[in-house]
């Protein structure tokens, strides 16, 4: 048997990429709590009716891309394709419509889509996304926007197109779909199958088709911003001026119609221009006025965004997460303080928390030490030496070489100190560069 793989569509994060992961997310969750959101957790699984009835039938991620199966009590599951069917299902299902509304919900979490792989496309994808239900104001659109925004200038991404659109709603959009059918009946012979068929099931679709010819006929389509009811007009225009007003520059784009069928009145992406292929857009979302009521609750409107990982982490100008290694290693000088040395290593983590590792593999004295320089270690701890006096134990600066010999009980004291002048030095610990360290016998602060 060959050595398994990961599955195709799917990767491993390796500790670098995991720890920067984590720093991006914790910074989109700091802006989020900034804005009033609170985190929420689903199920990686729903029954599946929750995604057919709320993400649409018609749509190509019910159609082909969902990981369906019956579990084995025959209840028909599916792996999340995207995380704002569940949050709405979670939102009824507890009743948060009796919170203050707008509630704010958000996430992260991965998403599976049965998908043809390709750059920046995976079949299980991580996205950070957020709800707000409850409100139907405009605010709410230009809010939830600009949140977004802010995490990406956070996360330093520049070289962004805000492109929004508007799909109406219940009063307008019924009109405006004959209008299209009908078009589009009129230039089936230069549509490619696919738009034929959409022509029918998911008129919309056809907007956002890549075929040379069906873009050739949709740049002449009757566009939905031109058929907008007045409400919905009016909506539209005052999410444009308040994006305005705090600085974006949203650019309107007929062909943004998204992939899924909940979406009513505004609808946006973040397309990066810094992503040199098709899959451009690192987060996008819009408004769902109908969503939480087709999956039966109250009569709720919402607007959300979802946000690809992958994509936000190939853009994201925030520095590679430095490898840190752990800050103090423990060096068992002789077979018989090996013990000791564990014990030790385990009183500076647990008692005095300072980061520790000592030697798991049985090493000599001289490799443990290599071993503590390549683990970025910047202090060993020097367990067993002969000329010791009970009690003590040598301190060595990995970098300097300069030792000292300290009494195991004030080793809380001392590293207080160190901790401290590396301070001074404008350094946490973890990337202190030595300069506060006692050791040295200069001091702290002088660089
Ligand atoms: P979506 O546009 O399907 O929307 O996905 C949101 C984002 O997830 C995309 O802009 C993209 O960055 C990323 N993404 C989607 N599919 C993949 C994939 N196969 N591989 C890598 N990245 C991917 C939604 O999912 C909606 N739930 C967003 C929303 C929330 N609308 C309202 N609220």
Redo the contacts with the bound molecule.
């Keep these: 048997m060959s050595a398994p793989k990961a599955p195709k569509g799917t990767y491993d994060l390796l500790p670098a990429a995991a720890e920067r992961r984590a720093d991006i997310v914790a910074i989109a969750a700091d802006v989020f709590t900034s804005y009033g959101f609170r985190q929420i957790v689903t199920p990686e699984f729903e029954e599946t009716g929750l995604f057919a009835r709320g993400v649409g039938d018609a749509t190509d991620?019910v159609r082909k891309e969902m990981y369906s199966f019956a579990d084995r009590g025959g209840r028909e599951l599916t792996l999340r394709?995207?995380?704002?069917?569940p949050v709405c299902r979670a939102y009824v299902e507890h009743g948060m419509f009796k919170l203050a509304k707008p509630v704010k919900l958000w996430y992260y979490a991965p998403?599976f889509?049965y998908?043809r792989p390709q750059a920046?496309?995976?079949?299980e994808?991580y996205?950070f996304?957020?709800?707000a239900l409850g409100s139907d104001d405009p605010l709410v659109d230009a809010e939830v926007i600009a949140m977004l925004g802010q995490v990406y200038d956070e996360l330093e991404i520049g070289d962004l197109t805000l492109a929004v659109n508007s799909m109406g709603d219940g009063q307008c959009r019924p009109a405006y779909m004959e209008l299209l059918r009908g078009f589009l009946a009129g230039h089936a012979a230069e549509l490619c199958g696919e738009c034929r068929e959409r022509a029918v099931t998911n008129p919309l679709r056809a907007f956002d088709c890549k075929v040379e010819s069906c873009r050739a006929v949709m740049s002449g389509a009757p566009r939905l911003v031109d058929h907008l009811c007045e409400p919905c007009r009016r909506h539209f225009d005052t999410v444009l001026e308040l994006l305005r007003r705090v600085g974006l520059d949203p650019v309107l784009d007929f062909r943004l119609v998204?992939?899924?069928d909940?979406?009513t009145r505004t609808t946006f992406?973040f397309q990066s221009n810094a992503l040199g292929f098709a899959?451009s857009?690192?987060?996008?979302?819009?408004?769902?006025d109908g969503l939480v009521e087709l999956i039966g609750g109250p009569p709720t409107p919402?607007?959300?965004?979802?946000?690809?990982?992958?994509?936000?982490t190939l853009v994201a100008g925030l520095e590679e997460a430095e490898d840190e290694g752990p800050l103090a290693y423990v060096v068992s000088f002789v077979p018989e303080s090996r013990a000791d040395a564990f014990a030790l290593a385990q009183h500076l983590r647990r008692d005095l928390l300072i980061d520790a590792e000592c030697d798991l593999a049985g090493r000599s004295a001289k490799a443990q030490l290599r071993q503590a320089g390549r683990s970025g270690a910047e202090l060993a701890l020097l367990v067993g030496l002969a000329d010791l006096a009970d009690g003590e134990v040598r301190l060595r600066d990995l970098e300097s070489g300069d030792e000292e010999d300290v009494a195991i009980a004030e080793l809380g004291d001392w590293f207080d100190d160190w901790l401290d002048d590396d301070d001074l030095d404008g350094h946490g610990h973890h990337h202190g560069n030595g300069n506060g360290n006692p050791l040295g016998g200069n001091g702290g602060g002088e660089a």
């Design positions: 991620i394709p995207e995380g704002t069917a998403m889509r998908e920046g496309r995976y079949r994808h996205q996304g957020a709800e998204r992939g899924l909940y979406y992406e899959q857009t690192i987060g996008g979302g819009g408004r769902y919402g607007f959300g965004f979802g946000s690809g990982l992958e994509r936000v």
